[in-house]
């Protein structure tokens, strides 16, 4: 291709970017309905709410710039506990968008070592991947499990999410979405393989859940 054919393809390629974006940002955002996370179930198969939600401070809730955000303990039925959380953003257009546990994190002293990718089973919905790490701070050893959730997909990679949200925001004049995460403690005794089948567990039976308070 000769040069001045890719030099007037790339000048097109910019007024159109540049038209899409004019339109992009004058349409403004297509308002979804949803429930608020506080009326997420308190009972999810056989896991029960521990204890009452957690509410961050206001410093932490103002770092975070979440639309709405669930922070809640579950219990199995055989006495297995698992944090829950879901931050959830009604537009990412403003520049707030999910905290993704890699960087804040190790800003907060934990230290992320073995990621995998797993593969999570909800009962009446395809099986989608989910980030897996093992967590620690000091003693406190603990298995991870987040992916990012909303406008119908459910996405481990956080470079997909964010190409995902762009062709969302464009298409469909939506960039809303959420990061959803597990985590269980590796107690003494506990392996990491039985802490996997608990967070991936739990994951599985809130997945159906999720649509309510996360649009698909």
């Known amino acids: 291709m000769r040069k001045d054919t890719r030099f007037w393809?790339?000048?097109v390629v910019l007024v159109l970017s540049g038209a899409a974006?004019?339109?992009?940002?004058?349409?403004g955002e297509a308002r979804v309905e949803r429930a608020p996370l506080a009326e997420f179930p308190s009972e999810i198969g056989d896991w029960r709410q521990y204890g009452p939600d957690?509410?961050?401070?206001?410093?932490?809730?103002r770092v975070l710039g979440a639309t709405d955000y669930l922070s809640r303990l579950y219990v199995s039925r055989d006495g297995q506990l698992a944090s829950f959380y879901v931050g959830y953003y009604a537009t990412q257009r403003t520049g707030k968008t999910y905290h993704s546990p890699l960087n804040c994190l190790p800003g907060a002293g934990w230290a992320m070592t073995e990621p995998a990718r797993v593969l999570v089973r909800p009962p009446d919905a395809p099986p989608f991947e989910a980030n897996r790490y093992i967590i620690q701070k000091g003693s406190d050893r603990q298995?991870?499990?987040?992916w990012y959730e909303g406008r119908g997909r459910?996405?481990?990679?956080?470079?997909?999410?964010?190409?995902?949200?762009?062709?969302?925001s464009m298409q469909r004049r939506?960039?809303?979405?959420?990061?959803?995460r597990v985590i269980v403690p590796l107690s003494p005794g506990m392996s990491e393989e039985r802490a996997l089948a608990i967070a991936t567990d739990l994951a599985a039976k809130s997945?159906?859940?999720?649509?309510?308070?996360?649009p698909r």
């Open 9 to 11: 393809i790339l000048v």
């Open 143 to 146: 298995l991870l499990l987040y």
């Open 21 to 27: 974006i004019h339109v992009w940002e004058r349409t």
């Open 154 to 168: 459910s996405v481990a990679s956080e470079y997909w999410g964010k190409i995902y949200t762009v062709l969302d």
């Open 54 to 61: 957690e509410k961050f401070d206001a410093e932490t809730e």
């Open 174 to 180: 939506r960039s809303d979405g959420a990061m959803v």
């Open 207 to 214: 997945y159906a859940y999720l649509p309510r308070f996360v």
